[in-house]
């Protein structure tokens, strides 16, 4: 039997249209961005593909996107789930900074290995800075010393992946059919998971925002498809290209 894993990015939010690095700042979805979640349902509706359980992060353009998403399938009852490590990579000292002037700024190196290296953090965000949530309530439960103030893709994945292997997990061995609901770099970092990706090659998979992608998993929870399936894939590749040039004016 092959367990139903369905990630979706939120829809593009009021700082994605902006160009703005956004980690854990908690923004809203923008106009675009709520026509994106609910077109994420008409295509889960499409192929009745209808989630029993969802998983968000702690931040509103998530938990807006599935709430539309499961509102436009008749699925706004099922069971939620949040947790903050599925949140947005903490982008540190450049959350509120405009990605294209970044870029001019520090070069094309500096700006690539702070947005896509494996293991490389932007610099530390200081805990009074204007856009720190180290002293969110929210975030209360993390211990101090592990409170993010700068994530790298790898601080991401280590901190993600204990929850999808407990908690997702647990949902997918019940047979459940699982939405994610979260971001860029944490579903970069679940695909990572998934598929075996290699530090290296990570570097060039960017995920769209608002559209469904499906994985089917084995009983050891592995895809059965590498990549998973876009439920819409021609907006997708559109959509993923976008992503990757953001630095671009
Ligand atoms: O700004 C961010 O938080 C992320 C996702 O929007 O950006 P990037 O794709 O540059 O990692």
Redesign the pocket.
Known sequence: MTAKLILLRHGE?E??SKN??????DVDLNEKGEGEARHAADLLKEENLLPDVVHTSLLRRAIHTAYLALDGCDRHWIPVRRSWRLN??H?GA??GLN?AETKEKYGNDQFMAW??SYDVRPPDLEHDGEYSQFNDPRYADIPEAERPVAECLKDVVARMVPYFTSDIAADLAAGKTVLVAA???SL?ALVKHLDEISDEDIAGL??P?GIPLLYELDDDLKPVTKGGRYLDPEAAAAGAKA?AN??SK
């Not at 703005?20 to 700042?25: A, H, I, R, S």
Request: aromatic share 14%.
């Open positions: 939010s700082w994605n703005l690095f956004t980690g854990w700042v947005e990579r982008y450049l959350q990605k947005r896509r971001h860029g770099n970069r960017n995920i925002t992503v953001q630095g």
